[in-house]
């Protein structure tokens, strides 16, 4: 099943849940309810996003864009993130609110609408599980895996109040608590995706391991200016100065080329590398070695 096919259903579902949520929760007096149709509402428009940045990512690069559209499933998941902030800001202040303020809560809708959205939200982050890394849609499966959570949590809150006929404040610190659970997922995704943007080195890609990688590659004698860094979640460059052992010629040299790609694609999940093959290290300039002076000749 493809990506975009499984935030379709995703999204079905959620848009049916929100719907009974708010009807429901205010049938019932119920903060966690609507604090929890809250979230799901965030979810909507979260897995909106992700499904525009996965057919956004698949359009073919451009002369502006020579990388593609990659990057429009990192910027999807930093929308997503800055959305469960807002909501669990607004969940946060009226849970406060509500601590201070009697309401009767119907505990036998709660619990039956509570556990209902636990049932489609777990069936929702089944459907989105997959293998892999992509950021964006790990943002909407871990979207999916916290309402479930919640709407647990809010079920017991329910039954609760249920069976004891008191513990009405259960409810708001009940949303309280999903306002908590999901600003602490929405602050991961926050970091996550400010690491692609500011092109860091992938957790998983230790740099000596991948520079003795390439300096194993016959042909190879030394390599420096390595770089990584990923162009989305599951997309990676890398850029490199490799010096080669005695002076090949330029066929000799591009085959050797051609053994490093080959080397680290598949270890280091690096789809795109561009190599500059040298005779000899970089000599040292006013920019440091290997870098380029980019300042305009002064005019005589």
């Known amino acids: 099943m493809t990506k975009a096919r499984r935030l379709e259903i995703a999204l079905g579902l959620n848009i049916a849940l929100v719907v009974a949520q708010v009807l429901f929760g205010l049938a019932a007096h119920s903060l966690g309810l609507l604090a929890d149709a809250g979230h799901n509402l965030s979810d909507v428009a979260a897995v909106v996003v992700s499904l525009v940045a996965v057919r956004w990512a698949r359009r073919a690069p451009t002369a502006e864009r020579s990388y593609g559209y990659h990057r429009g499933t990192i910027l999807a998941a930093l929308a997503n993130a800055a959305m469960i902030l807002a909501v669990s800001a607004f969940i946060l202040y009226e849970g406060v609110r509500r601590l201070g303020e009697s309401h009767p809560v119907q505990g036998g809708l709660v619990v039956a609408v509570a556990l209902a959205a636990f049932v489609i939200n777990a069936g929702s982050a089944l459907v989105l599980r997959q293998h892999g890394s992509d950021l964006n849609m790990r943002s909407a499966l871990l979207h999916m895996a916290g309402d479930a959570a919640a709407s647990l949590g809010v079920a017991l809150a329910g039954l609760v109040i249920l069976t004891t006929g008191g513990f009405e404040w259960l409810d708001p610190v009940m949303s309280m608590a999903i306002a908590v659970l999901i600003a602490l997922e929405a602050v991961r995704l926050v970091r996550q995706a400010t690491e692609v943007l500011l092109e860091a080195t992938p957790k998983d890609v230790k740099l000596d391991r991948l520079t003795a990688t390439i300096g194993s590659v016959d042909g190879v004698e030394t390599v420096h200016d390595l770089h990584v860094w990923s162009l989305s979640s599951d997309v990676r460059a890398l850029s490199a100065h490799v010096v080669l052992a005695g ?54």
Do not use: N, Y
């Open 247 to 300: 002076h090949p010629s330029l066929e000799e040299a591009q085959v050797v080329g051609e053994r490093i790609k080959a080397a680290v694609a598949a270890p280091f999940s690096i789809a795109h590398s561009t190599l500059e093959l040298e005779c000899v290290p970089c000599a040292d300039g006013t920019t440091g070695p290997c870098g380029m002076d980019v300042r305009q000749p002064a005019k005589g």
